[in-house]
């Protein structure tokens, strides 16, 4: 008699969990066999909406070199010039751009080479390399005649 009792008790509870418990069974393997390369947890953190972008590397120089000095615009170069990127598509679709930590150019007399780190687009963005190599061509301004 307690048995029974035990059994038929909040049944209609019983009934419901074990409703719920088989959803989830089949909702689980139907997910686990759509990416059989990755774990439930890679799928939920990496949404179909996440795209990759190549995104170019712009110096962000402050300041000016000091005077008598000039910095030659045509000669800077960045390596890499771009950045592969992943993140959601609504940040990557007005991205054109990753900026450089900002670079104060009232420190430099002469050419040097730099390796800087990129400001960060946001926490859901993904980048491959952190730092980057900024060729910084200064010319002493020599006065002709002189």
Known sequence: MKIKKILLNNIGLKVLALVLALVTWFYIGEITEEG???????????????????????????????????????????????????????????????????????????TKTLDVGLERISHEIRIQKTDVSIFIPVKKITEKGK
């Open 36 to 110: 059989t390369n990755q774990t439930i947890v890679q799928r939920f953190r990496s949404p179909s909406y996440f795209v990759s972008k190549k995104l170019s590397i712009q110096p962000n120089f402050v300041g000016e070199v000091p005077p008598g000095y000039m910095l030659i615009q045509d000669d800077i170069k960045v390596d890499p010039e771009y950045m592969v990127v992943l993140g959601p598509e609504t940040i990557l679709s007005k991205k054109e751009f990753i900026y450089t930590k900002p670079i104060d150019l009232s420190e430099y007399t002469k």
